[in-house]
Nanobody, 124 residues
């Protein structure tokens, strides 16, 4: 069982930055691929970024490439999403997710464990 708790969301002006954190419980954090999804009001959930268990492979949604960076600290059982040059279209609830299989999260856009979500609002 893995429990995920996100933090770091908030209101920021366009062009600003935020760093989301996701603290995970459990001793097997280092065995999980970790990802960030988002869901804007009235839209479907989309996969924003994924990092594999040993941080050797990452994936980014095209619209966030060059602006967002996913990273993880296995010793702290925490995954991060650094978001720079934020745009109003980045406004959404951001969810942290964990799955033992990187390709499942990447290809199926699903995960075994989910956080409760944190709101990110970017004003123009």
């Amino acid at each position: 069982q893995v429990q995920l708790v996100e933090s770091g969301g908030g209101l920021v002006q366009a062009g600003g930055s935020l760093r989301l954190s996701c603290a995970a419980s459990g001793r097997t954090f280092s065995a999980y691929a970790m990802g960030w999804f988002r869901q804007a009001a009235g839209k479907e959930r989309e996969l924003v970024a994924v990092i594999n268990s040993i941080a050797s492979t990452t994936y980014y949604l095209d619209s966030v490439k060059g602006r967002f960076t996913i990273s993880r600290d296995n010793a702290k059982t925490t995954v991060y999403l650094q978001m720079n040059s934020l745009k109003p279209e980045d406004t959404a609830v951001y969810y942290c997710a964990a799955d033992p299989v990187y390709s499942s999260m990447l290809l199926d856009r699903e995960a075994n464990y989910w956080g409760q979500g944190t709101q990110v609002t970017v004003s123009s």
